[in-house]
């Protein structure tokens, strides 16, 4: 049946070409960022190639241009066939929407929501449209075969698309911990429905599964952390992390809910985030403060402080100094790595001892900062590849979980609508603190998702598959291949085409790794 499909689709698009002459189409990597004014390079695949593990989400895009307008384009995707005929797929596509940026006279590629029908292509503007496949983790390896159809009113157009699965399956759990701000007061706010009400919870429900099914574990359970209600979430093998706030709560009430936390086998994932980036006297009195609380109600609690810099009250004092013994997990601003003299090995010798390695980095790293430019973050303006070396390089240092402080700091104070105005606090920090879109906009009564946040993805199964290189091929196997794509910080792989070729050679290798193991089973 596959081959059937194949040659069908070569027939079809060698007798449609001429056709649809004044459609040009071409295949691109998810790790790129399609500009309205892009067009296809030489040899620009017309066939979609993609591979994934079992229990990933695997995404390429499809680019679409044309020299005069064309009204209602329409683009599908068939099942994609398992070996032997065996076993379906089934694709998901999203219509890659724009939005503008400060000083920008073109708009950047950003929402993703679902492709819901035809639709018209501009002249001389080019429109991608997302493609993602979930291979779960039951399906069997080998190579997934279907066809891509762009139709019109002057023709049709078929291309081969093919998923090759390897025989491995990353893990329900992801390999790197994620701490990541979710506003669920933003959520109400743009979606127009009264805070606490019913349909509220219901939104913040869909928002955080949102997230976690994209590998990202957010700071707050949608519900009472004290209440039945949160036992399916805290139950989750897909959370990393979650937050334990303290609120107005007495030590008596707090402790009340460790306890139960600890019962209940779900303290360990569990963290106080009360103090936010230290700088002042009074900031560290309340760091010192607070941790005394906890840890007097329970030990082994961990406390999170990100932290940029160093006290600014008394100059022969360093953050750690002031830190140590009081906070569980360390969380240190991606630039404090390389400005503070001796801090990697230091995180390294914590490590060691127990204590856990986060990082962040958002904030000051624009790429109109010339200075900073180099180093990667989240902002909408930087490339796709920002976003995903970004795990590479957590990977290399040896840090264990990534925070982001927000993904729906969307406020009306701030912006009447994201989709219009990326801008939620300074006029350079484009798409700062979010990484969702409210859904209503375009008729979804729930979250719409980022290209930021599908590529953040990829760099968190890129993690699950180093980590799982240092498992399975030899311990600090995975540094090989980091040290061709994450040199150091500012040094890294741009080209997401030689990152994919990375990453295939580490999945061949893991999958003939597990296949060996399981003969000796």
Same mark, same amino acid.
């Given at each position: 049946m596959a081959a059937a499909i194949l040659a069908a689709a070569a027939l079809a698009g060698s007798a449609s070409f001429a056709a649809a002459a004044e459609i040009t189409v071409w295949f691109a990597p998810s790790a790129l960022k399609i500009?309205?004014?892009?067009?296809?390079?030489?040899?620009?695949?017309? #066939? !979609?190639?993609? %591979?994934? %593990?079992?229990?990933?989400?695997?995404? @390429?895009?499809?680019?679409?241009?044309?020299?005069?307008?064309? #009204?209602?384009?329409?683009?599908?995707? $068939? &099942?994609?066939?398992?070996?032997?005929?065996?076993?379906?797929?089934?694709?998901?596509?999203?219509?890659?929407?724009?939005?503008?940026?400060?000083?920008?006279?073109?708009?950047?590629?950003?929402?993703?929501?679902?492709?819901?029908?035809?639709?018209?292509?501009? /002249? !001389?503007?080019?429109?991608? *449209?997302?493609?993602? *496949?979930?291979?779960? /983790?039951?399906?069997?390896? =080998?190579?997934?075969? =279907?066809?891509?159809?762009?139709?019109?009113? $002057?023709?049709?157009?078929?291309?081969?698309?093919k998923l090759h699965v390897w025989d491995f399956a990353l893990p329900v759990t992801p390999s790197s911990q994620t701490a990541f701000g979710l506003d669920y007061s933003g959520i109400a706010e743009f979606h127009d429905v009264e805070p606490g009400s019913a349909r509220a919870q219901a939104l913040n429900r869909k928002y955080y599964e949102f997230l976690l099914d994209h590998r990202v574990s957010p700071y707050n359970l949608p519900v009472d952390l004290a209440s039945d209600e949160a036992v399916p979430y805290l139950d989750d093998p897909r959370m990393t992390s979650y937050n334990i706030p303290i609120g107005t709560k007495s030590d008596a009430e707090l402790k009340l809910l460790v306890q139960r936390l600890i019962a209940g086998g779900w303290f360990a994932k569990g963290y106080f985030y009360e103090v936010d980036e230290p700088i002042t006297k009074a900031a560290f009195d309340a760091l010192v403060a607070v941790s005394g609380r906890i840890r007097a109600i329970e030990p082994r609690s961990r406390m999170v402080t990100p932290f940029w810099g160093n006290p600014d009250f008394d100059k022969t004092l360093r953050s750690k100094d002031v830190m140590l013994g009081r906070v569980g997990i360390w969380c240190p601003h991606l630039l404090y790595m390389e400005s503070e003299p001796g801090f990697p090995r230091f995180l390294l010798d914590r490590r060691n001892a127990g204590d856990t390695i986060w990082w962040y980095n958002c904030g000051g790293l624009e790429k109109w900062d010339d200075e900073r430019a180099p180093y990667n973050n989240l902002d909408i303006p930087l490339s796709a590849m920002s976003c995903r070396v970004l795990l590479w390089q957590q990977r290399r240092f040896g840090l264990q979980g990534l925070l982001y402080w927000n993904?729906?700091?969307?406020?009306?104070?701030?912006?009447?609508?994201?989709?219009?105005?990326?801008?939620?606090?300074?006029?350079?920090? @484009?798409? &700062?603190?979010?990484?969702?879109?409210? !859904?209503?906009?375009? =008729?979804?009564?729930?979250?719409?998702?980022?290209?930021?946040?599908?590529?953040?993805? +990829?760099?968190?199964?890129?993690?699950?598959?180093?980590?799982?290189?240092?498992?399975?091929?030899?311990?600090?196997?995975?540094? %090989?291949?980091?040290?061709?794509?994450?040199?150091?910080?500012?040094?890294?792989?741009? +080209?997401?085409?030689?990152?994919?070729?990375?990453?295939?050679?580490?999945?061949?290798?893991?999958?003939? %790794?597990?296949?060996?193991?399981r003969k000796t089973l």
């Open positions: 500009k309205r004014d892009a067009r296809p390079v030489p040899a620009a695949p017309l #066939r !979609g190639d993609i %591979a994934a %593990a079992r229990n990933e989400a695997e995404s @390429c895009q499809l680019a679409l241009r044309a020299d005069i307008a064309v #009204r209602s384009v329409a683009v599908s995707v $068939s &099942d994609l066939v398992g070996p032997g005929g065996r076993g379906y797929l089934r694709p998901s596509l999203y219509k890659v929407e724009y939005v503008p940026i400060w000083e920008e006279k073109e708009p950047f590629p950003d929402p993703l929501p679902p492709l819901r029908g035809p639709f018209d292509l501009e /002249a !001389g503007r080019t429109q991608p *449209v997302w493609i993602t *496949v979930r291979v779960p /983790a039951e399906a069997a390896p =080998g190579d997934y075969q =279907g066809v891509v159809t762009v139709a019109s009113a $002057s023709g049709t157009r078929r291309l081969p698309f993904t729906t700091y969307w406020h009306k104070k701030y912006t009447p609508d994201p989709w219009v105005n990326t801008v939620m606090l300074e006029p350079r920090k @484009c798409g &700062d603190g979010m990484l969702l879109y409210p !859904g209503n906009k375009v =008729g979804i009564d729930g979250p719409v998702g980022s290209l930021r946040l599908e590529v953040l993805r +990829d760099g968190l199964e890129d993690f699950d598959y180093l980590a799982l290189a240092d498992q399975r091929l030899e311990p600090n196997a995975s540094r %090989a291949f980091i040290a061709r794509v994450a040199r150091t910080l500012t040094d890294y792989e741009r +080209d997401p085409l030689k990152l994919e070729a990375v990453r295939r050679e580490l999945g061949a290798a893991l999958e003939k %790794a597990t296949a060996e193991k």
